[in-house]
């Protein structure tokens, strides 16, 4: 069965960089969830979306930014990146808003801030 | 906020015992709740998923309970095995922030061979 993707897997920057992670749900999925786990630390909610619009959002710095594509993807954009913003970067998906509706989570993006 | 708590935070177990992880929450009014795995560095691996009508759900060596009334959630994992190793994370959905998964810190299990 087709999972969630995420890319790229790995990503490496310099501080004050910008970094765009993507997300591509599982098909016919509408609704995409960003989380980012820090180590040795639980998953924090930080934003997501619904048939393209912004359906809640968390703990997410205002250097982030992110949007879901007509095609339902999404990408998180991550400016003046700093060393804090080293983390594990979660995508998922569900077939529903609805709050009964299963999250089916993605592999991860490693962002390392040197 | 809901405070997801888990019990204990790390424990080792002899190959063959059955494992009991615990999970809290404070707000009892949940949508619901999943149980995941995560092995180091890796990614959420989903094992059960509890709506907030039912009371246990099972796949496998694997039974999670919810009692949703005192805020409780068990996973057992029946004749634990080397390949258990790993962390089980709790996570709760609620009405208040039905967008999102409020995660415990986990359990770090250890089955020793």
């Known amino acids: 069965a087709a999972g969630v993707i995420q890319s790229p897997r790995h990503l490496i920057k310099e501080k004050r960089e910008t970094a765009t992670l993507k997300c591509y749900p599982i098909?016919?999925?509408?609704?995409v969830y960003w989380y980012q786990q820090g180590p040795g630390q639980d998953p924090q909610f930080l934003i997501s979306?619904?048939?393209?619009?912004?359906?809640d959002k968390g703990s997410i710095p205002d250097r982030f930014s992110a949007q879901q594509f007509s095609d339902y993807h999404s990408e998180l954009n991550m400016s003046s990146l700093e060393l804090g913003d080293s983390a594990l970067y979660f995508c998922?998906?569900?077939?529903?808003?609805?709050?009964?509706?299963?999250?089916?989570f993605g592999p991860g993006t490693r962002l390392t801030v040197t | 906020k809901q405070e997801v708590t888990q019990i204990p935070a790390a424990l080792s177990v002899p190959e063959g015992e059955n494992l009991v992880l615990n999970c809290s929450f404070t707000?009892?009014?949940?949508?619901?709740l999943q149980w995941f795995r995560q092995d180091p560095g890796k990614g959420l691996t989903s094992l059960l998923l509890?709506?907030?009508?039912?009371r246990e759900q099972t796949s496998g060596r694997l039974n999670a309970s919810l009692d949703k009334s005192s805020g409780r959630s068990t996973l057992y994992i029946a004749a634990s095995q080397p390949g258990d190793s790993a962390t089980y994370l709790c996570?709760?959905?609620?009405?208040?922030?039905?967008?999102?998964?409020?995660f415990g810190k986990g359990n770090q299990v250890v089955v020793i061979p």
């Open positions: 707000d009892s009014a949940i949508y619901n």
């Open positions: 998922a998906s569900s077939a529903s808003v609805l709050g009964s509706a299963e999250q089916y």
């Open positions: 098909p016919r999925h509408d609704t």
């Open positions: 509890i709506q907030s009508s039912q």
């Open positions: 996570a709760v959905r609620d009405p208040p922030r039905n967008n999102r998964l409020a």
């Open positions: 979306f619904y048939e393209k619009m912004q359906s």
